[in-house]
Nanobody, 124 residues
Framework: VQLQASGGGLVQAGGSLRLSCAAS????????RAWFRQAPGKEREFVAT????????SYADSVKGRFTISRDNAKNTMYLQMNRLKPEDTAVYYC??????????????????WGQGTQVTVSS
C-alpha cells in the first residue's frame, strides 16, 4: 500500500498550488483521508480532513477559507487546493488515509497510512 503525494513547489505569497495524493495497493473509498503539514522545527499539525464520501470536510482555522480538500474515490485520489498562500504555509505536506474511520477526523492517531510528503515553500 502506498500513498504518493505530489504537486508541491515554490510559489510567491498570494499564489496557488494543488496537491494530489494517489493511493495504490488498496482502496480507501470507505474511510476518511486528511492532509497534515510539518514546518521546520515544529510538530506535524492537522490541515484538512474529508469523510469517506467527500460530503463532509473540516479545516484548521489557519487555512479555513483558503484551502479546499476533495477526493475522487473512482481514482483513489485526494486533493488539496491551496489559494492565497502565505509564507507561514511553508511546510512539508503529508497525506494520510484511515482504514478504521469513515468520518472525517483531525486526529493523527486515526490514520494508518501516510504519504512521503511534498514540500511547499511560499516566498514573501
Amino acid at each position: 500500500v502506498q500513498l504518493q503525494a505530489s504537486g508541491g513547489g515554490l510559489v510567491q505569497a498570494g499564489g496557488s498550488l494543488r496537491l494530489s495524493c494517489a493511493a495504490s495497493g488498496r482502496t480507501f473509498g470507505n474511510y476518511a483521508r486528511a492532509w497534515f503539514r510539518q514546518a521546520p522545527g515544529k510538530e506535524r499539525e492537522f490541515v484538512a480532513t474529508i469523510n469517506y464520501s467527500g460530503g463532509i470536510t473540516s479545516y484548521a482555522d489557519s487555512v479555513k477559507g483558503r484551502f479546499t480538500i476533495s477526493r475522487d474515490n473512482a481514482k483513489n485520489t485526494m486533493y488539496l487546493q491551496m489559494n492565497r498562500l502565505k509564507p507561514e504555509d511553508t511546510a512539508v505536506y503529508y497525506c494520510a488515509a484511515s482504514v478504521t474511520r469513515p468520518r472525517a477526523t483531525s486526529s493523527q492517531e486515526d490514520y494508518n497510512y501516510w504519504g512521503q510528503g511534498t514540500q511547499v515553500t511560499v516566498s514573501s
